[in-house]
């Protein structure tokens, strides 16, 4: 009778997702947490985690969200695994799992959110609107007026970010921003090829296209293609993030460097302080975005 109520009691705690606190010990790990293994920014905040992560002899984890079926959540995978820390990569976590995370004493850090993250959920982000402001001045000095921006989701913090540095930056210099050469897309290649050919036929096009991210900008560059455009010569192309294809291009990309492996470094630093039951010096940390400029710009043909 015993071990018939023992394992009638043992179903109902597997029912309702309980575990017994003293068989779960902590791994030593930080999970990062990506929704969507596919996106180009994964290795190199990888890298900057595992740099942190090295020096306290902690192995790096990954999840992703995107693939975590709806019987047992993301959330709930990590909870099995007590990692020490967890990272969560461009996501809005939600505040229920912010608390499920919180009651098993894991720290949580948000790297890159796409919105404005909870006050009690210390974050990791980079300069976006400096960004913006960069770029668009690159390429006012270079004689262009005729600026058009591809933006990303306006729901994303840094999409609006960026947007409102370019518009700073074109009404400082006396020159404010067109609405009619402003685009909202998705950040893919897609939305860069679809909305660069809008742009593209519109009556006056415009003479520069500053991107939310460099796969928009590669987007563009098949736009200008399929228009007959030679870039730089008939239309510059700026991009955002510097990912390592971006050297590669032709030609080669000016873009918007985002520092993501120290990102990855700093957000490790922060959980493993969290986890070490100490008091960050802050918890919205800002890295600076930097204009690497090559061979996708150039000024334009009629000034």
Not at 60 to 75: C, E, I, N, Q, Y
Not at 272 to 297: D, W, Y
Request: some cysteine.
């Amino acid at each position: 009778m015993a071990a018939e109520t023992r394992r009638r009691v043992d179903a109902l705690l597997r029912e309702h997702g309980y575990r017994r606190p003293a068989a779960v010990a902590p791994v030593s790990c930080v999970e990062v947490v990506f929704y969507g293994l596919e996106s180009h920014l994964a290795i190199e905040i990888m890298r900057g985690v595992e740099q942190s992560t090295s020096r306290h002899e902690l192995a790096v984890g990954f999840t992703d969200a995107l693939r975590a079926s709806a019987d047992r959540p993301w959330v709930e995978q990590l909870l099995a695994r007590r990692p020490t820390g967890v990272i969560t990569v461009s996501s809005a976590c939600t505040p229920r799992q912010h608390a499920q995370l919180a009651a098993s004493a894991i720290p949580l850090v948000a790297l890159d959110p796409t919105g404005e993250p909870q006050h009690s959920i210390p974050s990791v982000g980079a300069t976006n609107w400096n960004g913006g402001i960069a770029a668009t001045r690159h390429l006012l000095g270079l004689g262009h007026r005729r600026i058009a921006v591809i933006t990303g989701p306006t729901g994303y913090l840094c999409a609006k970010a960026r947007l409102d540095g370019c518009r700073a930056a074109m009404e400082s210099a006396g020159v404010p921003l067109d609405d009619q050469l402003v685009r909202t897309g998705l950040f893919v290649f897609e939305s860069g090829r679809d909305l660069g050919r809008e742009l593209l036929a519109l009556p006056r096009p415009p003479t520069a296209v500053v991107c939310g991210n460099d796969l928009q900008a590669l987007g563009v560059y098949e736009a200008a293609r399929q228009a007959g455009l030679r870039i730089p010569e008939q239309l510059s192309v700026v991009g955002f993030d510097d990912m390592e294809f971006t050297r590669w291009c032709g030609p080669p990309l000016t873009t918007v460097r985002q520092p993501f492996q120290e990102m990855g470094t700093a957000a490790a630093d922060l959980v493993l302080t969290l986890a070490a039951g100490l008091t960050p010096p802050q918890t919205r940390i800002e890295l600076a975005t930097s204009l690497v400029v090559r061979a996708s710009t150039g000024p334009p043909a009629h000034r």
